[in-house]
C-alpha cells in the first residue's frame, strides 16, 4: 500500500508501513518504517497477521538504536493459527499512556526476541505524520 504523505490531513491515522513481511522462526530486527525528511510519525499501533501459529513468540518494537522504546516485550501467546490477527500498542489505563514520536529519518523495526511462529506473517504501522515545523 503507498500513501502519499502529503494528502493525508496533518494527525490523521493511517498505515505509515504499508504491509511488511516478518519472519517470526528466528530471532532478528526487520525495518517496518523510516520517517521521511520534514516529518514527524507519532506511532499509534501495530497490526500482525499470521501466516502460522505463533504463540510461543516474542517480539519488541521501537527505533533501531532503542528497539523497545514503543512496545516492550509482548508476547504472542493468544495467536496460534494463521489468519490470527492481533493488534500490539500501548494498553489505555488510568495512567496517561506513554506513546512515542520520531523525527525524520529514525528507522523503527520489530525485534524478534523468541522466534518459534512461521516465516510469512505481515505487519502494518499505523500511526500519523506531522510537518516537523508543526511539532
Given amino acids: 500500500m503507498s500513501v502519499d ?3 493525508v490531513p496533518n494527525g490523521a491515522l493511517y498505515p ?3 504491509i511488511v513481511t516478518v519472519a517470526l ?14 516529518y514527524t510519525a507519532v506511532i499509534d499501533h501495530v497490526d500482525i497477521i499470521l501466516g502460522a501459529d505463533a504463540s510461543t513468540s ?8 532503542a528497539l523497545t522504546d514503543f512496545l516492550d516485550t509482548q508476547a504472542l501467546s493468544a495467536l496460534d493459527a494463521d489468519g490470527d490477527v492481533g493488534r500490539l500498542m500501548p494498553v489505555p489505563n488510568a495512567t496517561t499512556v506513554k506513546q512515542k514520536s520520531y523525527a525524520a529519518g529514525v528507522i523503527i523495526q520489530v525485534n524478534v526476541t523468541t522466534g518459534s511462529g512461521g516465516t510469512t506473517n505481515y505487519m502494518i504501522l499505523w500511526g500519523y505524520l506531522a510537518l516537523s515545523a508543526a511539532i
Fill in 5 to 7: 504523505i502529503k494528502t
Fill in 25 to 38: 522462526n528466528a530471532t532478528g530486527a526487520t525495518t517496518l518504517y523510516t520517517v521521511p525528511t520534514g
Fill in 16 to 18: 505509515l508501513s504499508g
Fill in 58 to 65: 516474542a517480539l519488541t518494537i521501537g527505533r533501531s538504536t
